[in-house]
Every structure is written in structure tokens, then in C-alpha cells.
């Protein structure tokens, strides 16, 4: 689902559209993760993974999770850099209720990270791929509230650091602190238009809370659009121009302005002349 053709180049640029839960949100996310076994990341990971699912019409997204690294127990004392990817192909099933998701992407995770080993380089290697190709999307959560202050007599403390790179072409990251959960879309703005981000952060937003108040509606109600983003998008279709309409149509006219009353297309028992196809195109 892009907004505009992928770039032979890309400018590395990222952009943002915050995300902030509070309290009450919070709360709801809890209490589902108590009662379907799991915890606040996971219930937002499934949330997160049914959205791209349909965002992206894909019943089995490919999720990027970064995990922790340090599987041995001698590397705890050690300093350094010890993150790991690890691809999570999660099979959505609509009709499952929040409730059963949940759980479900539970077991994923659980037993991806019981064979988290393989470092995603080799992973990476061994397919000949690149990480985008492996998978479409990342989510990222920290919890942060029990991080130690001091390392010793060394006192520290956490400083954001703005990332305006875009190693993805959407990520969703968030942290949990005592004041509660925030973070964001990350997104590549040469493949995304910001309103179809803020509409992308609005459905998650929407997904959450009805998703956390009726968990056992199924996924394809939870899902479904409201009709003030329906209305939405209908007027940003309106306003944003189709990337790179004019070159095809005027590509189509050239080719067909002698020949439009000649057949150009035949479909089963279909067929389409050269000025039935500029028709078509113009209505696009």
C-alpha cells in the first residue's frame, strides 16, 4: 500500500505521526494482557499486526520485532550493542475475536523467540535478500520504568535522540515509561503521504480502544472503517494527484488517437477499444 512509486534512490528522510495513550488506554491494554496470558507489548504488537494485515492486503504480514540479544546468561556483564531482528510471520484470521489474536500472537512470538539464535544477518544472507524484503513492517516497544539509574558509581540517564532516518518503510515504536505510553509512525515520506499516516494512526487508535472494550467482537468488525474515514479519504483521493496519471495517459493517446476505434484489449468475452481505455483512464 504505497502512496507513491517506490524511487530508484530514496532521500533516507523520515517522518513521524506521534502516538500517545493515556491512562484509561493504558488500563484496558493491562487487563486484556492479564486475561489473555500475555503482556501490553503483545496485545499492542497484535493490534499493530491486524492493521498492516489489512492496510497492506496481506493475511500473513511479516513483522520486524528487535529483541534483546543476550540468550547466555555470561553476557549479561558484558557492554555493548547485543540486538537482534527477529521476522515474525503472524497468519491473521479475521474472524478470530481481539481475545483469541491476542493469544495467538502470544504462541508466535513466544516460540520465535525460543529460536531467536540465528542472527538476522545470516538470515539475511542465506535468502540473498535484503531486510526489507524479508519483512514489511517493525514494531518496537520498550519498557523503560525499571531501568537502572546507576551502573556502579556511574550515574546515567536516558536522552532521546531523534532518528530522521528511515531504515523501514513504516515502524511503529512506542515506550512505556511511569507517565505512560508514547512513540510514533515512523514512516518513509518518498512512499507515504502524511494524511494517509494520520488516518493509518487513527485506525490503530480506534482498533485499540474498541478492541480492548469489546475483546470478543472479531477482528473483521474491529477492522472495519468508520464513516468519517471513509469521508476522509474520499477527499484526500480528491485532492492528491495520481503519481505519474498524465505520463501513462499521454503515453495511451499517443499510442491509439488513429487507431481508438480499434480493439486494444479482449477479456473472456470482454473487449475494449483504445477510446474506451482513455475513457477509463481519465475516470482514474
Given at each position: 500500500h504505497l502512496d507513491r512509486p517506490r524511487p530508484?534512490?530514496?532521500?533516507?528522510?523520515a517522518a513521524t505521526d506521534a502516538v500517545a495513550l493515556d491512562a484509561a488506554q493504558i488500563a484496558r491494554l493491562q487487563d486484556l494482557a492479564r486475561r489473555t496470558g500475555s503482556t501490553t507489548s503483545i496485545v499492542l504488537l497484535a493490534a499493530y499486526a491486524?492493521?498492516?494485515?489489512?492496510?497492506?492486503d496481506e493475511p500473513m504480514p511479516t513483522i520486524g520485532l528487535p529483541v534483546r540479544g543476550r540468550?547466555?546468561?555470561e553476557l549479561e556483564g558484558v557492554m555493548g550493542f547485543f540486538n537482534n531482528m527477529l521476522p515474525l510471520r503472524l497468519p491473521v484470521d479475521l474472524s478470530l475475536s481481539m481475545t483469541d489474536w491476542?493469544?495467538?500472537?502470544?504462541k508466535e512470538v513466544t516460540d520465535a523467540i525460543a529460536n531467536q539464535d540465528g542472527p538476522f544477518e545470516r538470515i539475511s544472507q542465506e535468502l540473498n535478500l535484503p531486510a526489507g524484503a524479508i519483512y514489511q513492517a517493525l514494531f518496537n516497544f520498550q519498557d523503560v520504568r525499571a531501568r537502572q539509574t546507576r551502573w556502579g558509581g556511574l550515574q546515567h540517564e536516558r536522552i532521546h535522540v531523534p532518528l530522521d532516518g528511515a531504515s523501514e518503510d513504516m515502524n511503529l515504536?512506542?515506550?512505556?515509561e511511569a507517565s505512560g505510553i508514547s512513540g510514533g509512525f515512523k514512516?518513509?515520506?518518498?512512499?507515504?503521504?502524511?494524511?494517509?499516516v494520520a488516518a493509518l494512526r487513527d485506525r490503530f487508535a480506534r482498533l485499540l480502544d474498541e478492541g480492548t472494550r469489546f475483546p470478543e467482537q472479531p477482528l473483521t468488525r474491529l477492522l472495519a472503517p468508520t464513516a468519517e474515514a471513509l469521508a476522509r479519504l474520499a477527499t484526500q483521493a480528491a485532492?492528491?494527484?495520481v503519481p505519474g496519471a498524465e505520463a501513462v495517459r499521454s503515453r495511451v493517446d499517443g499510442h491509439w488517437r488513429s487507431r481508438s476505434g480499434d480493439i486494444a484489449l479482449r477479456q473472456g468475452d470482454g473487449s475494449w477499444t483504445g477510446e474506451d481505455l482513455n475513457q477509463a483512464l481519465a475516470r482514474v
Open positions: 530508484q534512490v530514496g532521500s533516507g528522510k491486524a492493521l498492516m494485515s489489512q492496510w497492506m540468550p547466555a546468561a491476542v493469544r495467538r500472537v502470544r515504536w512506542l515506550v512505556e514512516y518513509d515520506p518518498d512512499l507515504f503521504l502524511g494524511p494517509s485532492a492528491e494527484p
